[in-house]
């Protein structure tokens, strides 16, 4: 997942040709559907944007995700049919960053309303340790001393990891997985449309408020149900945990930066194991749409249980819940086991 498979300018814009004449050549298409009915044709670039389409766009909306369920975003390759579709869409919705395919045939599509989320929200610096907390204070004393604010940056965990997403100096783009952010995020996305789409206005103003309201009450939901825990330390294979563990003052602890397949060195087994039982760390988490095969070797070696932790990249028939809000309370559940709420 640390390759990044980048499509050069000339062969984006020739695929965007391509991708014109295949679309009208068809008398159907990915997008197809979001034509009929006057419906806004929204192109999403992965799950967490199609998902704030969907709920914001509402009735008046037709979207098309690039990614399909099942796909690792970061390793998406477009097809000149989805980077003509790109072209034909009224708006798109993205995450500069995390597909550089995606960001490439953004910019050479022309679409007026193309909005990034990663300027509707505060992006930071993780690494592969990321901490809400002083580490020399017991998980009970700090549970609320770091501020819910989340604009502060930690500096201190930002270098020497090769935890680099995109063009933003090493910033780190998982900005869905904290749902204060994501919430920012959605009522950015709301006026945007309301923009692109006037007549329908009013309409998104009350999808947002009503997904946002959700979205607090989760925020609300993992505040209360990680407040009290023995550990304030979970060790996973993906690193794109970073603004969650620092929303509610945990302690993120990568093994392999942000390839989930990766094999840990040595070292870091090591390393693992002394931090396991410095912080009564209890379980090595993997991810859905990645092998398990990590996250077992290192609990066999070090003696920690495994469990799921999604990163909310997609969802499939194997994913903890129907879509985000469900899957993140399926993740606040493995937190809670694993940490040891009480």
């Known amino acids: 997942m640390n390759v990044r498979r980048l499509i050069p300018a000339t062969a984006v814009a020739g695929a965007v040709a391509l991708g014109l004449t295949a679309l009208s050549a068809c008398s159907t298409s990915d997008a197809a559907d979001g034509g009929d009915g006057g419906k806004l044709k929204v192109t999403a670039s992965f799950y967490p944007m199609q998902f704030l389409a969907e709920r914001i766009g509402g009735e008046h909306v037709a979207v098309t995700s690039l990614t399909k369920p099942g796909v690792e975003p970061h390793d998406l ?12 869409s009224d708006y798109v919705l993205y995450l500069k960053g995390i597909q550089p395919a995606v960001d490439d045939a953004i910019k050479q599509s022309g679409v007026k309303n193309t909005v990034d989320a990663a300027t509707l929200t505060t992006l930071e610096n993780h690494g592969s340790e990321v901490s809400g907390h002083d580490h020399g204070h017991e998980g009970e004393e700090h549970a609320d001393e770091h501020g819910h604010e989340g604009e502060e940056a930690h500096e201190e965990h930002s270098e020497g990891d090769g935890h680099n997403h995109g063009e933003e100096g090493g910033a780190d783009p998982h900005i869905w997985l904290d749902p204060v ?8 996305v709301g006026k945007s449309l309301e923009k692109a789409d006037p007549d329908h206005a009013a309409d998104y103003k009350k999808n947002t408020e009503t997904l946002v309201a959700e979205l607090d009450k989760l925020n609300t939901a993992y505040e209360s149900g990680l407040k009290n825990t023995a550990t304030r330390t979970f060790i996973t294979t993906h690193s794109a945990f970073g603004y969650l563990a620092e929303r509610y003052g945990l302690t993120q602890q990568g093994i392999a930066g942000i390839d989930p397949e990766a094999e840990p060195s040595p070292a870091r ?18 991810e859905t749409l990645a092998s398990d095969r990590t996250a077992k070797t290192l609990a066999k070696d070090t003696g920690l249980k495994t469990g799921v932790l999604d990163p909310l990249e997609g969802i499939t028939d194997k994913s903890r819940g129907a879509d985000y809000i469900e899957v993140m309370e399926s993740n606040l559940t493995a937190l809670q086991k694993a940490l040891g709420a009480k």
């Open 181 to 188: 952010k994501y919430a920012e995020v959605a009522k950015g």
């Open 77 to 88: 390759e477009l097809t000149p049919r989805q980077i003509g579709s790109i072209s034909e």
């Open 269 to 286: 087994i090591q390393e693992i194991h002394t931090i396991a039982e410095k912080e009564k760390a209890t379980t090595v988490f993997f």
